[in-house]
């Protein structure tokens, strides 16, 4: 007998009647597939998370993370209890299940856990009685019994790693978009809808930006074969699929554009030369667990340099402290911050085959007159740091060039 999980999203279960209608759906695919086993994992409603942290924050100015994973988890409870009690009355046998009864465990990083285990035992349970399992997405249970929550998005992870416990079928990720697109539809109305995805371009694609998954259900789905699809609710249609990159059936060079609005840099002048001075920073903000992204070293004379950085903005001030203690000790000139930096992306396996990618992304950009400060490459993907008011402007000149003018011909398999 096969077992599916379905995720939907918070726009899916946005109000009581979308709640409704999303029971409607599960009813159907059961109807049509009477005898599946299937999870159903579902997110906050629309908005619901934001609400709370703002109360969080309205509250006290910094919330304490364990008090504030406590809150958090029940905008996820709310909507699983209401999505079961919709398919009751419906007539499907279901029950909502908060991740405690489920048994997700996760460590101890409140507000950006990471499951360690999922124990299957109650799933099972309910499942071989015939019933949906209704699990809160985005929640765990730490080895102390406190709640905590995965980060932003992170109903996605819950869904395949249950998927993954479960050796399912399929995961199918419904939310309020038809797929996964060569960009994101709401900034670039032209955005191309993607058929396929090998795990590699969209493990890039969402850790540069595109939230239509979380990277870290992708990285889940590509170490234990989960077959994952990205689809409407309220559009149907096959979605995207996420694939193995030898099983893609054309390699594009260029598969998305991805943008992160939410970046900022500082820069470090006149530090003496040697890699003493990168320890000494770089080291510091590895100590306040404050990631580092980009990094470029400029004005290199025979004894120094001015050193750039970035770091999502919302930690920049705290950075900027960071950088600023180092001052005095490296005997450099100073530090300061900018913020208002978007980071740009171009991503595609096929820039593993051909050469010129990066020079074409400058002359776009320089068409544009849009400045870039900083660079950034991995084997399939470009990024670029540029201001953020030009941010989107970028994604759609970069998009036009790249993917609505690309030529026929795709890179050989
Ligand atoms: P959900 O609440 O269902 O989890 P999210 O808001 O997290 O939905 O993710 C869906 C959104 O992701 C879409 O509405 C879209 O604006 C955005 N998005 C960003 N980049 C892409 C992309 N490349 N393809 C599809 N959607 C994208
Ligand atoms: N409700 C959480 C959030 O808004 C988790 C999710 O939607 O996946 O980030
Ligand atoms: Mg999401």
Redesign the pocket.
């Given at each position: 007998m096969a077992t599916v999980v379905k995720k939907f999203?918070?726009?899916?279960v946005g109000d009581v009647q979308r709640i409704k209608n999303v029971a409607a759906l599960v009813k159907d695919f059961l109807d049509k597939q009477p005898g599946t086993r299937l999870v159903v994992v579902a997110?906050a409603m629309?908005g619901e998370t934001n609400r709370l942290i703002a109360l969080a924050k309205s509250c006290v100015p910094s919330p304490d993370p364990r008090e504030l994973d406590a809150l958090l988890a029940t905008g996820e409870e709310t909507s699983i209890a209401l999505l079961a009690m919709a398919l009751i009355e419906q007539g499907v046998p279901a029950v909502s299940l908060t991740a405690e009864q489920v048994g997700i465990s996760t460590d101890t990083r409140h507000n950006n856990a990471q499951i360690t285990e999922i124990k299957s035992q109650r799933l099972e349970q309910v499942l071989s009685k015939g019933k949906v399992a209704v699990v809160a997405g985005f929640q765990g249970v730490d080895g102390d019994g406190n709640v905590t929550t995965l980060g932003r998005?992170g109903?996605?992870i819950t869904a395949v790693a249950i998927a993954a416990e479960l050796k399912a079928d399929a995961c199918y990720i419904y939310?309020?978009?038809e797929?996964?697109?060569?960009?994101?539809?709401?900034i670039c109305p032209r955005?191309q809808y993607l058929k396929e995805v090998s795990h590699e371009e969209m493990l890039e694609?969402a850790s540069l930006g595109?939230?239509?998954l979380h990277p870290r259900s992708v990285y889940f789905a590509m170490r234990y074969e989960v077959p994952l699809v990205v689809l409407s609710t309220f559009n149907p249609g096959p979605g995207t699929w996420i694939i193995k990159e030898e099983k893609l059936m054309e390699k594009p060079l260029v598969t998305?554009i991805?943008y992160r609005m939410d970046e900022a840099k500082i820069t470090v002048n006149k530090v003496p030369g040697g890699s003493k001075p990168l320890d000494l920073i770089f080291g510091r903000l590895a100590e306040h667990g404050i990631l580092v992204d980009m990094i470029t070293q400029s004005g290199v004379s025979k004894d120094s340099y001015d050193l750039s950085f970035t770091v999502p903005d919302e930690v920049s001030g705290q950075a900027l402290e960071i950088a600023q203690q180092c001052v005095p000790e490296l005997e450099a000139e100073g530090a300061h911050l900018e913020r208002d930096i978007a980071k740009i992306s171009v991503v595609g396996v096929g820039m593993r085959y051909h050469t010129g990618v990066a020079a074409k992304m400058f002359s776009v950009l320089a068409e544009e007159n849009i400045d870039v400060q900083m660079i950034g490459t991995s084997e399939i993907k470009i990024s670029v740091a540029v201001p953020r008011k030009y941010g989107e402007v970028a994604v759609r000149a970069l998009h036009e060039k790249f993917i609505e003018m690309r030529p026929e011909v795709s890179v050989e398999k």
């Open positions: 999203g918070g726009t899916s997110s629309a998005g109903s996605d939310t309020d978009v797929g996964v697109f060569s960009t994101d539809p709401r955005a694609m595109a939230k239509v998305g991805t």
